[in-house]
């Protein structure tokens, strides 16, 4: 898989490979209650969205300074690089670093040089999205989205993750409105464990420019219409739903279905350290399972160059 293509779909701290947990927490003195490889990896059985959760809010401690933001950027880079990423937009969950004493002015700068980096050495293009916790009042949301506005953080973006039930995007909608008042992009997770409800709510009253996840709109034929007719990008991580078990198995999985429909779906990796593998391990599995053709593959490639936030000359030159 050598299509050039985007990744939509990447939450930095879910690149924590678990050697590099175990390293950072030798090196900033961080207690994890599972100190060896072995009963750490034993962790990584999930059984929905939130089991998860828990085990990458406790694994992210081990992050504290600005130069271990930088290294696990870069480290990431280089592995998308590896597997034909060119452009990136990458995640990051503020509330998780703030609620653990860590400025925000140091995590930025600790991810922006690693995004230079990447952009030195494999010319990965690169935009900034910090996530809000849906499971968090909207309120802690506010707050900081107006420092980062006011104190002029270099982000680009803010999109909605963590819990989904119980959350629904309307909760949101004044957060949402003074982001796209202030120039910036908007993204939410909605459809993953959440109802296609959720998705509509993220749409007309969020105002979003792409859904992640989103494979639960099938359940709502009158919004599957919507997104075809709009062409909603769909940032669709396959490895992730087998693993949050919102799929039985990777057989199970509507992604077929879904460019069947001609909805506007592309391929990211999620979690990549916690779901089994990177964007080229999430291509792997789908291909192999739908007997995806090269014209679907460029399809797929295609949608996620589109779906990116890179002006128009910046996406023609990977189309
Ligand atoms: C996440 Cl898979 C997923 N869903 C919602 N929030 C998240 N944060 C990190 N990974
Ligand atoms: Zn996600």
Known sequence: MKLPVAELHIHLEGTLEPETILRLAGQNNIELPWPSLEELRAQYNFSNLQSFLDLFYANMAVLRTAADFQEITTAYLLRAHESGVRHVELFFDPQAHLERGLILAEVIAGIRAGLDEG??????????????????????AMEILRTLVQEKHAIDGIGLDSSELGYP?????????????????????????????YIVQA??????????????????????????????????????????????????????QMLDLGLKVSIHSDDPAYFGGYL????????????LSREDQAV????????????????????
Request: proline fraction near 6%; charge should be negative.
């Open 300 to 319: 797929l490639a295609r949608n996620s160059v589109e779906g990116s936030f890179l002006d128009a000359p910046a996406k023609a030159m990977l189309l």
């Open 169 to 197: 995007p309307i909760l949101f909608q004044e957060v949402f409105a003074y982001a796209r008042e202030n120039g910036l992009h908007v993204v939410a997770h909605a459809g993953e464990e959440g109802p296609a409800e």
């Open 280 to 291: 080229d391990a999430n291509f792997a599995a789908v291909i192999g399972q739908f007997d």
């Open 119 to 140: 952009l030195a050495r494999w010319g990965i293009t690169h935009r900034l999205i910090a996530c809000f916790w849906r499971h968090a009042p909207a309120e802690s």
């Open 203 to 256: 749409i007309d009253l969020l105002k979003v420019e792409r859904i992640d996840h989103g494979i639960r709109c099938l359940e709502d034929p009158a919004l599957v219409q919507r997104l075809v007719a709009e062409q909603m990008p769909l940032t669709v991580c396959p490895l992730s739903n087998v693993r949050l078990r919102a799929v039985d198995t990777i057989a199970d999985h509507p992604l077929r």
